[in-house]
C-alpha cells in the first residue's frame, strides 16, 4: 500500500548547491509527473514522463531536469539551487487512462537560503 | 494555454450545512475532464470528485457533486452536510488529454467547516 513515495520530506540547501528529489511508485503506473506549490499557489507542472526513457517539459521546467530509468522511479535533479525554488514539491503518477486520476506523494518542502 | 480560475480564496461553512466553491476556467479543447482535489492540512491531496466534459449529468460522489456548464466553461462543487473533515484547501483541476493528460490547477479555495 505504499502508492507514491517521495525523499526527502524536508530540505535546506544553500544558494548553488544542487540535489535530486525522488519518487518511486509502486501501482506499475506509466505516466509520472512532478510539480511544484508555491504558498497561496496551486500546483504547476515541471515535467511529465509518459513511459520509462520518455519525459517532457511542463509549464515551468527551467533550472530543473529529471530522468526515468525504470518505470517506478522518477527523480527530479535541480541544479545551481535559488531561491526561486524555495517551494513544495509534489510527484504522481498515473495509469494515463484518459481521464484517470493522478496519485500523489506527500511532497518534499524545499528551501534554499 | 489552459487556465483555471478560483474566485474565493477563503470561505467558510457551518457544520451540517451546504456549501458550492466556484471554478471557471478558459480552453479550446472539446473534451477533457474536470476534477476536484481536496488538500487537507497534512498536504496530502485527495481526489474529491471528476467530470467528463462530454458527460451531460453532473457526476456525484456521496456528499459531493458538481455543477457542470460546459458553455459557460463552469464547474462549482456542491458539499452538502458540511462535516469537520471537509476542513481543507480545495483545488479544481483541468485535464488536458493527450500530452501525458496534463492537469492544470487552480489557486484554490481554503474551506474552514466551524462547528
Known amino acids: 500500500n505504499a502508492g507514491v513515495t517521495q525523499t526527502p520530506k524536508f530540505r535546506i540547501l544553500k544558494i548553488g548547491q544542487s540535489m535530486t528529489l525522488q519518487c518511486t511508485q509502486d501501482?506499475?503506473?506509466?505516466?509520472m509527473y512532478w510539480y511544484r506549490q508555491d504558498p497561496g499557489m496551486g500546483l504547476k507542472l515541471i515535467y511529465y514522463?509518459?513511459?520509462?526513457?520518455?519525459?517532457d517539459k511542463g509549464e515551468v521546467p527551467n533550472g530543473y531536469n529529471v530522468s526515468r530509468s525504470t518505470t517506478e522511479d522518477f527523480p527530479l535533479r535541480l541544479e545551481l539551487a535559488a531561491p526561486s525554488q524555495t517551494s513544495v514539491y509534489f510527484c504522481?503518477?498515473?495509469?494515463?487512462?484518459?481521464?484517470?486520476?493522478?496519485?500523489f506523494g506527500p511532497g518534499t518542502r524545499l528551501t534554499v537560503t | 494555454a489552459q487556465t483555471v480560475t478560483q474566485s474565493q480564496p477563503e470561505m467558510s461553512v457551518q457544520e451540517a450545512e451546504t456549501v458550492t466553491l466556484s471554478c471557471t476556467y478558459d480552453?479550446?479543447?472539446?473534451?477533457?475532464?474536470l476534477f476536484w482535489y481536496k488538500q487537507p492540512p497534512s498536504r496530502q491531496m485527495i481526489l474529491v470528485i471528476r467530470?467528463?466534459?462530454?458527460?451531460?449529468q453532473n457526476a456525484t460522489e456521496n456528499r459531493f457533486s458538481v455543477n457542470f456548464q460546459k458553455a459557460a466553461k463552469s464547474f462549482s462543487l456542491k458539499i452538502s452536510d458540511s462535516q469537520l473533515g471537509d476542513t481543507a484547501m480545495y483545488f479544481c483541476?483541468?485535464?488536458?488529454?493527450?500530452?501525458?493528460?496534463?492537469?492544470?490547477f487552480g489557486t484554490g479555495t481554503s474551506l474552514t467547516v466551524i462547528p
Open positions: 501501482m506499475n503506473h506509466n505516466y
Open positions: 514522463s509518459v513511459g520509462a526513457g520518455i519525459t
Open positions: 483541476a483541468f485535464m488536458k488529454l493527450y500530452t501525458g493528460n496534463q492537469f492544470y
Open positions: 480552453t479550446s479543447e472539446n473534451n477533457y475532464y
Open positions: 504522481a503518477s498515473s495509469p494515463g487512462t484518459s481521464g484517470s486520476e493522478q496519485y
Open positions: 467530470q467528463e466534459a462530454y458527460k451531460q
